[in-house]
């Protein structure tokens, strides 16, 4: 019979001043042994009436037998009946709290029953937080993807909780060293942490698993010391984090590809300069992929040029050795050029190639990876708008400074290049001359054979003149029918030598005349450029342009020499004379 079933026998006391200072009535033999019991002491009389009790008891009997029913009461019961100790672990609510009681009921002389209960809450909780602790680590260890291990003084597994790991059973494991699994083998020097000599917290192993890929381990362990302090092994728990590190790996790289194109599309936004777009697309590419790198270029009359480099790209590898690469169809390539290794990726624009964006290493470095497979495909897009934006740029740009009718140099561009001509001879002190030339009897071809003629004729002597000049020469046509040549480190003597041969070459349209009366030609002013003597290029514009007015008063259809600045006399050497500049006013122009 439990106690909980028992018939009570207990009659409370209905005095409330009984539980205060209760004594015990006799202090004689086996009361005299339990007043020194340090919990709780009810006495019982034969009765079932509570007839003593310690300040303690006093206070538990308050709390255990309020109703009829209580566990203490039970006790009492089944120890009267028996005449034998009867002892159990009762939950007594006190103040509002469950606590725990050990309680002991011992049959007395005269019928009388003690009860003695001692507080055994903290011991209870302990056990059963140690017992639910035991318990919650074994059911995380069961069911979680990691495993436990242990280690001996070798380093090898001499446990491994049942799941095993990386694959393996237990018996798999059991007896190996960990540093088998490496991925590295030059790792196999560090301290693992399976040989633990100190706590080690989260740290991260990749190791080979029973299909020979890689795992990402982490790891933490504590040494295993013996009584004498003697390192023994290590013990810890491994968690598979392989998943979580490929995926934060994509979302770096995703985020270095969303960095690369912002950064990218900004420059293409806030830097005006077309060079300088292309010069921060390279270096951003080259940083992002720790290689150097390269954009290229194309267009069906120019080919491919390459147009920014960014890190230490060889000369060796030009626009040539690429080309054919770039040519065959392919969005994409990978080739080795001596040691190099170069991958490729072309750019469209509208359905049309118009560049390519390249990065190299050593031939002995890795291959390419997807991640920078996925950082050429993300901006090429963008690269290949900023490559047509800049190429509709260098196109305004050309024909801001070019003549629309002949393709050459216009006044401004003209000026602006004479400028930086001039600077460059008076760096190097080198002479050079300029030719201005104004066409004679132009205007009757518009009036006579119309416009269209006219403009031919144009075209025509900008051609003649081009031919006429190196590739580093200055030829523009400066007004409706002016020209302009600047000939680069050319004495005087050279120059109308250039002169004559222009003459020369332009006598072969005097049937384009307009007026046969009136033929086709020209009117040459030279003048001198000397470093030495500070000229401007203003005062240099003058002198050759009142030097083509002097061949223009002295018939037309010749050429005329300015003289220095310190020397005002212009020679005529068609006439083959000298004439006072300084007594012909400048201004006054010729019909034409």
Known sequence: MSPMDASPVVALPSNPDFWRDMPFPNLDGMERALAGWPGAVIEFAANGIVVGANEMGAHFARESIKTVGSPVVGLVTLAHQAQGSVSDRVEVVIEGTSRWFECIALPASGDRVFVLARDNTYDVNIR???FESRQRYRDLVTISSDFAWETDVEGRFVFVSPHGALGYSPEDLLGRRPDEFLVESEAANIELPFQARKPVVHAQVWLRDIDNEEACLLAS?????????VWLGARGLCRDVTHERLRDSELAQSKVREQVVAYIVNQIREEARPQAMLEAAASMLGRATSSQAAVMSYSPDDGWKILATHGSWPETIDESHLAEHLADGSDTFEVHFGEHRVFGRRTWYHGAVNGSVLLMRNALAPRWHEDEH????????????????????????????TDGLTGLMNRRAFQDALEAAMARAARDGKSGALLYIDLDNFKAINDNRGHEVGDTVLCDISTMLTSCSRIYDLVARIGGDEFAIWLNDLDIDSATKRADEFLAMLSQLADRS???????????????????TGESLRELLIRADDAMYAAKRSGKNGWAVAGQPDDLAVVDTVAGSTQDNAAEPHGGRTDR
């Not at 362990?221 to 013996?226: D, F, H, L, Q």
């Not at 307009?514 to 030495?532: H, M, T, Y």
């Open 128 to 130: 059963q937080a140690l």
């Open 221 to 229: 362990a504590v040494p295993v010391v013996g009584p004498e302090g």
């Open 374 to 401: 996925a950082i050429l495909s993300a901006v090429t897009g963008q690269l290949a708008i900023a490559m047509r934006q800049i190429a509709d740029q260098r196109d305004l740009e050309h024909m801001s400074k």
């Open 514 to 532: 307009g007026d046969l009366a009136k033929p086709l030609g020209a009117s040459i002013g030279l003048a001198r450029f000397e470093p030495a």
